[in-house]
């Protein structure tokens, strides 16, 4: 009877340790899993992540044309870079400041963007319609940082210190944040630098009024970016009251430039306009105040 006994014990203890080593070889399984599936999830989230934060939206503050009818027109361009929501993360950049800042701060409350939200200005040139918005934004956000063209009188300096802010002086191609470059200044009797904004898709080329040439100022930006294509070019092209031909020609370059997409206002013209919209097509964008580009 004792042997049976013990058998049966035995045979018992060798089940027993069987379960618990299968329920191991599951458990381990389980985590093997679990542990694939979060591996393989991260990347997924880190690269929506990434392609979020690289989103930017361009919007035209202030302008003659007008895409929103609820927004003010004024001869004079403005347009802020807006790559974070509520200035957080990468910084949101004015690009001038149009030709008074009633008009200007009116356009921005009714576009519900804070003029505290923006981190860095930059300005084009000289003339009154891209800098004259200038010290009432100021009145409201005296801590932004100011981009000028090396050539802009003491006047404008003293004027951004007496609020508080700071101020860089630029000649030559300058790093103004993480992907956004200045193209330096150009030009010979009126000094202008223009913006240039490294996407995904591509490099966008934002001017004020192109007075050194709007062809140039992209050949320009192909030098800093020499690996980027042209995905936009935005702004004043001025070219109000360029015969046809030269405007033909003016297009010409662009293609010759694999320019993608073109989105003139301002001292563009009329004609300029139309001529752009018939080569471009669907690519041409219908820019003014209001206009919002996701890129």
Not at 43 to 63: A, F, G, S
Not at 122 to 138: A, K, N, Q, T, W
Request: charged share 30%.
């Amino acid at each position: 009877m004792n042997r049976r006994i013990l058998v049966i014990i035995i045979i018992g203890i060798t089940i027993l340790v069987w379960l618990l080593i299968l329920n191991q070889t599951k458990t381990i399984k389980v985590e093997k899993d679990t542990e694939e599936k979060i591996t393989h999830q991260k990347p997924e989230i880190m690269e929506k992540k990434e392609i979020e934060t690289k989103r930017i939206k361009i919007v035209t503050l202030y302008d003659n044309y007008q895409v929103d009818p609820k927004l003010e027109t004024g001869w004079g361009f403005s347009c802020l870079i807006r790559r974070s929501p509520k200035g957080e993360g990468e910084p949101n950049i004015l690009f001038d400041t149009g030709a008074d800042s009633p008009t200007l701060l009116s356009n921005m409350e009714k576009l519900e963007i804070k003029p505290e939200e923006i981190d860095i200005m930059v300005l084009s040139h000289i003339h009154g319609d891209h800098v004259d918005g200038l010290e009432g934004f100021l009145e409201k956000n005296g801590k932004v940082k100011v981009y000028i063209p090396a050539s802009f009188p003491n006047s404008i300096r003293e004027k951004i210190k007496s609020f508080g802010g700071a101020y860089i002086d630029t000649s030559t191609s300058a790093e103004i944040s993480n992907n956004v470059h200045s193209t330096e200044e150009l030009g010979t009797w009126i000094k202008e630098q223009s913006l240039i904004v490294k996407t995904e898709k591509g490099i966008v080329v934002i001017t004020g009024c192109a007075h050194p040439g709007i062809v140039n100022i992209i050949k320009k930006a192909k030098e800093i970016f020499p690996k980027e294509g042209v995905y936009l070019v935005l702004g004043g092209f001025h070219l109000s009251g360029t015969s046809d031909i030269e405007l033909k020609n003016i297009i010409n370059d662009f293609r010759k430039l694999d320019v993608q997409k073109v989105a003139p206002c301002h001292c563009s013209g009329d004609r300029c306009r139309e001529l752009f919209k018939e080569e471009y097509k669907e690519n041409f964008i219908e820019n003014g105040v209001g206009k919002i580009i996701e890129i």
